[in-house]
C-alpha cells in the first residue's frame, strides 16, 4: 500500500513539473503517514544526513568544478581548437569535431548537462557559422555531450558506485570501449548525412602535422587534465576523491598559462559559486533519495519487483531487454541523476537473481538513463540545447530523433555483449 501511496504521488507532481527532489520528499513524507508511519517521520532527515556521509561523494564537486574552470578560463576552445585540427577535415566537417572534442572533454568534466552547455555555445556558434543547419548542430550537440558521462571520469558513475557497493576505478574503467562505441557511432551517422544532406558545407582542408602538433601545444595543459584524473586512479595512487582535487587544482594551474592572473582570480569566485550551485543541488536530490530508498525497502518494493520479473521471465536475455524499456520510460520521465537513485537500489535484487555482472548493469544503466536527457517529455538536454542554440523545442526533437538509432544500437551491443564493459577493468585490475 504504501509504495503504491508514494509512486502515485511523485508521478503526479512530476506530471506537474515540479522539481524532482521535492517529489522525492513530499511522496515519502505522504506515504509514511499514510502507511501508520507518523510517528517515525523523523526518519527523514535522518537519512537524508546519512546518505550524503560518503567519502566517495567528495569526488563530485571537484570533478564539477575542474569542468567549471576550464569553460570559464577558456580551456574548452582549446580543445575544440585541436578536435578541429585532428578531423575537420572529415566528411561531416565540423559536426565530426564536435563528437571529438566531446571525447576530449569527456575526460575532464563528467557531467552531460556541463558538456552540452560548456562545449555546447561554442561548437553550435562554430557549425552555424560554417552554414551548418542551427536545429542539427544543436542535435548532435546534445547526442555528443551523452560521451561525458560514460567516458571517465564521471560524477553518475561514482553515484552508482555508491547505491551499488562496486569500486568506483571499475566503473570507470568501463566505461572507455562503450564511451568510444558512442562517439564512432555519432561519426558513421554525420558522415551519411554528409552525403544525404544537402546544407552541410565543405569540410576543412586536411591541417599537416605541423599544424596540430601546434594545436596540441597550444593546447597541451587542457589536454593533459584526463591524463592527472585516470592516471592516479588506474594507477593505484589516488581515489577517486584525491584524482578530482589533483584535477581541479592542475585546471586552476593551467588557467594562468592561458589568462592574466587578475583575469583568472576574476573568473574563479564565478567557477566556485557554479559548483557550489551544482554540488548542493545533487546533495539535496541524493539526501532525499536515500530517505526514499529506505522507505521502499522497508516496503519490500524491490524484493517484489524482483518475483515480478521472476514471474514474466526466468531467460537473462529477456530480461536485459524488459530492463532496457523500464529503464527508456523511467529515463524520458525522470532525470539521470535522481531516476539512478531510485532505479538502482530497486533492481540490483533482480540482477543478482539473474548473475548479472553489477559493473555491467551499471553501465546499462547509467548509458539508457543518459540517453533520456535527450528524450521528451523530461529530457533536460532538450531544454538546456534549445537555450543554448536559440531553437525551438519541436525543432530540437525532430533534428534529434536519428541520433537515437546508433545510440541505442550501442546501447544494445553493450547489454548482449557484456565483455565489451568488462574486458578493460579485468585487464588493469584482475577480475
Not at 566531446?102 to 561554442?122: C, E, K, R
Not at 571520469?153 to 561514482?158: A, H, N, Y
Request: one cysteine or more.
Amino acid at each position: 500500500m504504501g509504495g503504491i501511496v508514494l509512486l502515485g504521488v511523485f508521478l503526479i507532481l512530476v506530471a506537474v513539473r515540479m522539481p524532482i527532489s521535492i517529489c522525492m520528499g513530499i511522496a515519502t513524507f505522504v506515504a509514511m503517514v499514510v502507511s501508520g508511519f507518523s510517528d517515525s517521520l523523523y526518519t527523514i532527515p535522518m537519512f537524508m544526513a546519512e546518505g550524503t556521509q560518503t567519502y566517495t561523494l567528495l569526488a563530485m564537486p571537484f570533478y564539477i568544478l575542474t569542468g567549471n574552470i576550464m569553460n570559464r578560463t577558456g580551456l574548452t576552445d582549446k580543445i575544440f581548437d585541436f578536435a578541429n585540427k585532428l578531423v575537420g577535415h572529415i566528411r561531416g566537417g565540423l559536426a565530426q569535431v564536435n563528437v571529438v572534442a566531446s571525447m576530449i572533454f569527456a575526460g575532464i568534466q563528467g557531467a552531460a548537462t556541463a558538456d552540452a552547455a560548456g562545449l555546447g555555445v561554442i561548437e553550435v556558434k562554430a557549425m552555424t557559422d560554417r552554414g551548418y543547419d542551427r536545429a542539427y548542430s544543436a542535435a548532435i550537440t546534445l547526442a555528443s555531450s551523452v560521451i561525458g558521462p560514460i567516458i571517465p571520469p564521471s560524477i553518475g558513475l561514482v553515484i552508482i558506485a555508491v547505491i551499488s557497493q562496486t569500486s568506483v576505478a571499475r566503473l570507470f574503467l568501463a566505461g572507455f570501449i562503450p564511451g568510444v562505441l558512442v562517439g564512432i557511432s555519432l561519426m558513421i551517422i554525420n558522415f551519411v548525412f554528409s552525403y544525404t544532406r544537402s546544407d552541410f558545407p565543405t569540410p576543412d582542408k586536411r591541417a599537416t602535422a605541423k599544424e596540430i602538433i601546434k594545436s596540441f601545444g597550444t593546447g597541451l595543459f587542457a589536454l593533459f587534465a584526463p591524463i592527472i584524473i585516470l592516471g592516479g586512479l588506474v594507477g593505484g595512487y589516488t581515489t577517486a576523491t584525491e584524482s578530482g582535487i589533483l584535477a581541479a587544482n592542475y585546471a586552476l594551474i593551467a588557467s594562468f598559462f592561458y589568462n592574466k592572473p587578475r583575469d583568472v582570480l576574476r573568473i574563479i569566485p564565478l567557477a566556485l559559486l557554479d559548483t557550489i550551485k551544482t554540488t548542493a543541488l545533487i546533495m539535496f536530490i541524493i539526501s532525499l533519495a536515500t530517505s526514499m530508498t529506505w522507505f521502499l525497502a522497508i516496503e519490500r518494493i524491490p524484493s517484489i519487483i524482483a518475483d515480478s520479473f521472476l514471474m514474466i521471465t526466468q531467460n537473462k536475455y529477456f530480461f536485459l531487454l524488459l530492463l532496457n524499456i523500464f529503464l527508456f520510460i523511467v529515463g524520458a520521465i525522470i532525470e539521470g541523476i535522481p531516476a539512478l537513485l531510485i532505479v538502482v537500489p530497486i533492481l540490483l535484487p533482480v540482477v543478482d537473481q539473474f548473475g548479472i555482472d553489477r559493473i555491467h548493469f551499471g553501465m546499462i544503466c547509467h548509458l539508457n538513463l543518459l540517453i533520456g536527457i535527450a528524450t521528451p517529455p523530461m529530457g533536460i538536454g532538450l531544454y538546456i540545447m534549445t537555450g543554448v542554440a536559440k531553437v525551438r523545442f519541436e525543432d530540437m526533437v525532430k533534428a534529434f530523433w536519428p541520433f537515437l538509432i546508433p545510440l541505442t544500437i550501442v546501447l544494445l551491443l553493450i547489454t548482449y555483449f557484456p565483455q565489451l564493459t568488462l574486458i578493460v577493468p579485468n585487464l588493469l585490475l584482475g577480475k
